[in-house]
């Protein structure tokens, strides 16, 4: 049916002339744009809103009624940046711990498969959207790889080209930004044609703007994006949105979260701070995460507990984020003729949801899922993704300095927000550095997976560092090579060779045994277990990490960990050419001086 036809057909309904699908009455609707709660009925036709009004006011006929019987009734919840990957969950297990927490619509940038298996592995994630009622639009991934080829080994290369017809999908949504903000600073030419084809098209062109201010901030707008995800403090959502930057909230510990909502609520009231270029976002949520912690509800929760008008938290999930996407003609309020996309909830301030309705149906209802619309199974090309050059040893891992040093003087990847740097005086035996957990420095190693490359680079991390043992991993982003923390080379060797055998993911090595894996064998990314199974491992093993291994307690420690190689945000990341500077875009050296402790600084290491 035509979209000139299927408005008619709401127009017939509105007017009490042909029947509506279902007449939703007595709820208290939050009207988003004159904010607003009035007890109301909705008429809803197919997939559309027909119409609405006050209760009991209007004429409409219908096959079938609900009796809200008083519930609160919102636009439903939307996620303007995610990446579904980062949860370990299939899409359809994302949409079952989603949907039940009122989120309809999700912008997802799948940049984490596009980096391991390029545009077939995306597609492959947007056709399993297709069996579920969670709608998943595409963010179309701004750089794959994230660096260039001499600073970074991927799996594959999306173009100019390749992005060009990626925007012209049907899910295309936006531009994404999550790359390095020097690249548009510096003029890179690639970046600024890709932000001009977005520009053509009409799409959002996301960003993030780490850090930045001033002449460099004004630069950055000035280069085509028109939103952050990453602003750290009040004042740099202020200056954000001073030069035209729409702020999307992750709220998470070392961005913002509950001591930056109380003082931006203060600065709202007290300054009057124009709040529809704010909107939330999860960014990087893991599956025991979902459960535990909730998704943009929860967001919404919080927001009203440190003082955000509870209205405007509201608008902070729905309106804001339709209007910063462009697609407000169709999502963000329930207004006639936008998708009947809706969340009925028991409780306005609790954020307590009874039902979740989607394009006219009940994706959840009082504790119940609608059924699967079908079932979708990823190819056996998905999961062979391991493409190292043969075994791994730990003399590979190690790095090495002439025999007769005694002593090291090495940088170290310090895990703060920012990411810095920090110098270690380590011993050396037999030529080989050796990592100290005492003082707090663990080795680190980033192996090629993609090209069988042999390349490795090796270093040093502290901050989140092992006391014991090694941790392995596929998911690093963005490029999501094998990378291997550990207190000493052999147990770092075993964990990284136990994960290529297990085609990608988690592997936990203590005394030479592997004491706990956690296979992702969907581009070492994705787990093909259930919500609640991949929940239960991914929590154990971060109780086994500090329980065991001696990994620090910290909020977020697999999300820091992973991002540990990440070289968009600064002011460093660990490649599989090693250490690099974010803003430089140079690689450094591990080992800065040696000899011995003595002549180093006679300590073997610094606090």
């Not at 399993?128 to 991927?154: C, D, G, H, Y």
């Not at 600065?267 to 999860?282: A, H």
């Not at 929860?298 to 955000?308: L, Y």
Request: glycine letters at 8%; one cysteine or more.
């Amino acid at each position: 049916m035509s979209e000139a036809s299927i408005r008619k057909s709401l127009i017939d309904v509105a007017l009490g002339v042909a029947e509506a699908d279902l007449i939703l009455t007595n709820a208290r609707l939050f009207y988003t744009l004159s904010r607003e709660i009035i007890l109301s009925d909705i008429a809803i036709l197919g997939d559309r809103v027909a119409a609405v009004s006050l209760a009991g006011q209007n004429a409409w006929r219908t096959k079938a009624t609900k009796d809200l019987e008083g519930r609160y009734v919102t636009p439903g919840f939307m996620d303007p940046h995610v990446h579904v990957e980062s949860s370990m969950l299939t899409v359809r297990e994302y949409s079952k711990a989603t949907v039940s927490q009122g989120v309809t619509f999700i912008g997802a940038d799948p940049h984490e498969i596009g980096n391991v298996l390029g545009v077939p592995g995306m597609r492959l994630m947007f056709d399993e959207a297709k069996f579920v009622p969670l709608k998943m639009q595409l963010r179309v991934p701004a750089r794959i790889p994230a660096m260039p080829e001499w600073l970074e080994t991927s799996g594959a290369r999306v173009d100019i080209e390749a992005t060009g017809k990626l925007m012209d999908w049907p899910e295309a949504l936006c531009l994404a930004g999550d790359i390095n903000p020097q690249l548009l600073i510096r003029k890179d030419d690639e970046q600024m044609t890709k932000i001009e084809m977005g520009i053509v098209r009409g799409m959002t062109i996301s960003g993030q703007s780490p850090y930045l201010t001033g002449q460099d901030l004004n630069a950055y707008v000035a280069a085509g994006p028109e939103d952050s995800h990453v602003a750290k403090s009040v004042d740099e959502i202020i200056e954000n949105q001073r030069m035209g930057l729409r702020t999307v909230f992750a709220l998470r510990p070392h961005r913002l979260h509950r001591p930056e909502l109380r003082q931006l609520a203060g600065v709202i009231r007290e300054r009057s701070l124009d709040t529809r270029y704010l909107q939330f976002c999860t960014d990087d949520v893991y599956a025991h995460e979902l459960i535990d912690e909730g998704h943009i509800n929860t967001r919404i929760r919080i927001a009203i507990e440190e003082g955000i008008d509870p209205m405007t938290a509201y608008q902070m999930a729905t309106i804001n984020v339709a209007e910063g996407l462009r697609i407000n003609r169709m999502y963000g309020s329930i207004t006639p003729g936008k998708y009947a996309d809706l969340v009925v909830l028991d409780d306005f301030e609790k954020v307590d949801i009874f039902a979740t309705m989607i394009d006219g149906e009940w994706a959840y209802l009082d504790g119940e899922h609608a059924p699967s619309k079908g079932n979708f199974t990823y190819p056996d090309w998905s999961k062979q993704t391991m493409r190292v050059a043969g075994a791994i040893t730990a003399d590979m891992l190690a790095v090495k300095v002439s025999s007769n040093a005694s002593a090291a003087r090495v940088r170290a990847l310090a895990v703060t927000s920012p990411k810095s740097e920090e110098e270690f005086t380590l011993p050396v035996v037999d030529g080989v550095v050796m990592p100290d957990p005492e003082a707090g420095a663990s080795s680190i190693a980033v192996i090629d997976r993609h090209k069988a490359s042999g390349r490795i680079g090796k270093g040093f991390v502290s901050k989140l560092f092992l006391q014991r043992g090694a941790i392995a991993s596929t998911v690093s982003h963005d490029a999501h090579n094998l990378m291997v923390i550990g207190a000493n080379h052999e147990d770092m060797a075993i964990a990284a060779n136990h994960v290529v055998a297990n085609n990608g993911g988690y592997a936990l090595v203590l005394d030479g045994e592997v004491i706990y894996e956690l296979p992702l064998p969907i581009a070492g990314l994705l787990s093909e277990g259930s919500l609640e199974e991949v929940a239960a491992w991914t929590r154990e093993m971060v109780e086994i990490l500090s329980e065991r291994l001696g990994a620090p307690r910290m909020q977020k420690v697999l999300l820091r960990m992973n991002g540990l190689s990440l070289p968009n945000i600064p002011n460093y990341g660990f490649t599989d050419f090693g250490m690099m500077s974010t803003n430089d875009l140079v690689t450094l050296e591990p080992v800065i001086a040696e000899g011995s402790p003595a002549e180093l600084g006679g300590c073997m290491h610094d606090h």
